[in-house]
């Protein structure tokens, strides 16, 4: 079953824009991951932010979580044709150690027009 | 660093016929995940090692697919009978730690088309 879904299904914009992802999801959570997946590629990670945290920076990304409403975004500031690609949050939960899982959403095609 | 390896690359097979995926993670990563991803959708997970034990395996359909990670190293997905709905991107994943405390590494997916 998926955890997490992302809004919008896809997105398209101009080099330069910023990009803003959402994701839901349903159950109590240990941490959030965000990853990034090229046309044909395997999937590559972004950033992963803790339960304990709200936000969270790394180069042109920033990451929010708001565990109160179960959602988290990822901004991608001053986009670039090369950032397009599907994003997908992965949220971490389980009942406990190495049981927790690795579940990812549905994901959001980004599309950076030149 | 290698990073982690995945073979075939691509597989066509009839239906009801047998294939079999291996993966060679990261060295030292005690966690391995399998998962299947249909064409636009995202990743769903199949099976999870820790080490060469299985932590969870509640979403493979275990009528038709077997795993095994030998020595908590090399691992393999088989799928005996393939049927039509198995078409899909096959891939694998390790991290250092387990419970998802780390990252995941993926490989590049074994594309899997069943006619």
């Known amino acids: 079953s998926q955890q997490g879904e992302e809004d919008p299904q896809a997105l398209s914009i101009q080099e330069g824009e910023n990009a803003t992802m959402n994701c839901s999801y349903k159950t109590s959570i240990n941490n959030l991951q965000w990853y990034r997946q090229n046309s044909g590629r395997g999937l590559v990670h972004l950033i992963l932010?803790?339960?304990?945290?709200r936000e969270k920076h790394s180069g042109r990304l920033r990451v929010t979580l708001d565990t109160s409403k179960k959602s988290s975004s990822l901004l991608i500031t001053a986009s670039r044709a090369a950032d397009t690609a599907s994003y997908f949050c992965?949220?971490?939960?389980?009942?406990?150690?190495?049981?927790?899982?690795?579940?990812f959403g549905s994901g959001t095609q980004l599309t950076v027009l030149p | 660093e290698a990073g982690v390896a995945q073979s075939p690359r691509y597989k066509i097979i009839e239906k009801r016929q047998s294939v079999a995926f291996w993966c060679n993670p990261i060295?030292?990563?005690?966690?391995l995940y399998w998962y299947q991803q249909i064409l636009g959708q995202g990743p769903k997970l199949l099976i999870q090692f820790q080490n060469n034990g299985v932590v969870d395996d509640s979403q493979l359909p275990k009528d038709r697919f077997s795993a095994e990670r030998l020595k908590g190293v090399d691992s393999t997905l088989k799928i005996q009978p393939a049927k039509l709905e198995d078409s899909a991107v096959y891939l694998c994943a390790s991290s250092l730690t387990g419970g998802g405390l780390t990252e995941a590494f993926f490989g590049q997916g074994t594309r899997l088309t069943v006619v």
């Open positions: 992965a949220t971490v939960a389980g009942p406990s150690g190495s049981a927790r899982q690795l579940t």
């Open positions: 060295s030292g990563h005690a966690t």
């Open positions: 932010i803790r339960s304990n945290e």
